[in-house]
């Protein structure tokens, strides 16, 4: 099992608030936890970069989404200013691997990389 180092809790903690409804809802405060380099291949086989994403997960959500939910979150530090996070999420029944990278950019952990590939339990 992964070591949680403080680096790894905070890139943890920094995922974790990018799925809350409340930051999701903010241009601001999403935009905040990304590193100004940040790309993502996204489940869809998009490619995005900082500015996209930003608009396209901050605008309104559908009505009756539920939250998305995670499960199997691990971590590992792979430098004092980088770590890497592996974990699933399921967001209305569609699931997905997850990857990111955390990089600690003037003193904040910011994520810089992420990738989603979906899949089902069948």
Known sequence: MAERTPAVEAAIDG???????????????FGALLHPEFTEFGASGARWDRASIVGVLTASPAP???PVTTSRMRGVQLADDLVHLTFDTDSNGRRAHRSSLW????????LWFHQATP???E
């Open 15 to 29: 995922e974790l608030r990018l799925l809350d409804p409340e930051v999701r809802a903010s241009p601001e405060l």
């Open 103 to 110: 990089r600690r950019t003037d003193g904040d952990w910011r």
């Open 64 to 66: 009756g989404t539920r």
């Open 119 to 121: 899949f089902s339990e």
